[in-house]
């Protein structure tokens, strides 16, 4: 037993206030809450953020897909990226960025791919568009499902077909290493069937 023990500091009186010492909670100043990453859905993309995205992004010709080859997602096999400004930080799909820098606010926002290509960053009727007219998809989201993958087994295959595209065409666009990756081998001009 040490010499030392002061009979106050005892594990017994550890949580009990002295008379006239006006104690904080202690939850105040330790918790999980207080080694949470600062975070803001509303951060603007910073120009690092902007020049690190364009510079991820592979353009295939004239009217052919515009891929992002930066990360994707583990979750949901879109890409993916990060950004900071003051300690803040944000992450949005790179699809939604796309959107982002077209001016579109996202609130309530369903972005949506008519192109079929789930890494895709083009803003464009034929590539990416925002959509606010579903509301079964706003619900759907609000209720924290994505309302277009609804399996976990779906969400894998999209995982492994996003890491094959980005790295067919991280290079540069390669026509020949894209069709192999993202199975699709009908041709260019031909509408996407689902
Ligand atoms: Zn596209």
């Not at 106050?8 to 009186?13: Q, Y």
């Not at 009217?63 to 583990?74: E, I």
């Not at 579109?104 to 007219?133: F, K, Y």
Request: charge should be neutral.
């Amino acid at each position: 037993m040490p010499a030392t023990t002061d009979p106050r500091g005892g594990p017994w009186c550890e949580d009990v206030p002295l008379p006239g010492l006006d104690l904080e909670p202690r939850s105040t100043s330790s918790g999980p809450s207080a080694n949470s990453r600062p975070y803001s859905a509303t951060l603007p993309p910073t120009p690092e953020a902007i020049a690190a995205f364009w510079a991820k992004v592979v353009r295939a010709p004239g009217d052919g897909h515009w891929l992002f080859t930066g990360a994707v997602s583990g979750v949901d096999g879109y890409g993916r990226l990060s950004w900071r400004e003051g300690g803040v930080s944000r992450t949005e799909s790179a699809h939604r960025f796309a959107l982002l820098l077209d001016g579109i606010d996202l609130a309530g926002v369903v972005a949506e791919h008519r192109c079929n290509e789930p890494l895709c960053v083009r803003v464009d009727p034929d590539h990416l568009i925002p959509s606010t007219q579903a509301a079964n998809l706003n619900y759907a989201v609000a209720c924290g499902r994505t309302g277009i993958i609804r399996t976990s087994l779906r969400r894998q295959d999209r995982h492994a077909r996003s890491l094959a595209v980005r790295n067919a065409v991280s290079g540069g666009w390669d026509p020949i290493a894209y069709s192999a990756a993202s199975g699709n081998t009908a041709p260019l001009d031909t509408p996407s069937l689902f």
